[in-house]
């Protein structure tokens, strides 16, 4: 891949990730488990402290993400290598933890892709304003997902042909 494509790819992904950060910290730090409870009476505290870890653990990834983007883009010259790695890091932490969190509060169903909806779904009834900012940020991890579907393979040949 050219220069100019990787640049702006991660010129796009920056910007993804400094969306991203925002809304899932704006959400952080304006929610609490009591307000979570009294937001769904039926509730249930450990799963939505679950949740709640799991999105602790994706902006944690998005933050690094979003940092070592900046770093490469401000290189000069810019380092085609040095991004298409952070691109695929940023595959294999951001993307994949969206789609498939550590704890798993919510998964993937991969058959909705194929019916326009939302593929992601939750193993109990969350929050409606969790289940809001999760649908929200969506349609943008699909779209930085395949654009950096790519990096999944092409960074791993390269690897593997450089041993």
């Not at 809304?23 to 709640?52: H, M, P, R, S, V």
């Not at 070592?68 to 290598?81: G, M, N, Q, S, Y």
């Not at 699909?142 to 579907?149: G, M, P, W």
Request: with cysteine; proline share 3%; glycine share 4%.
């Amino acid at each position: 891949m050219g220069n100019t494509i990787v640049l702006n790819q991660t010129k796009q992904v920056e910007a993804f990730l400094q969306k991203t950060v925002e809304a899932i910290a704006n959400y952080l730090n304006n929610t609490t488990i009591t307000g979570l409870l009294n937001e769904q009476a039926d509730g249930d505290k450990a799963y939505y402290e679950l949740l709640l870890s799991d999105l602790r653990r994706l902006i944690v990834y998005c933050e690094e993400g979003l940092e070592a983007c900046r770093v490469v883009l401000h290189d000069e010259p810019f380092r085609k290598a040095a991004a298409e790695k952070t691109l695929y890091r940023i595959y294999h932490s951001c993307v994949e933890e969206f789609f498939a969190p550590k704890g798993e509060g919510w998964y993937e169903d991969s058959r909705s892709a194929y019916t326009g909806r939302n593929s992601i779904k939750f193993r109990q009834t969350p929050p409606p304003s969790l289940k809001n900012l999760i649908a929200s940020l969506e349609s943008g991890f699909q779209t930085i997902r395949e654009e950096l579907e790519f990096y999944e393979t092409d960074y791993r040949t390269k690897m593997i042909q450089s041993k």
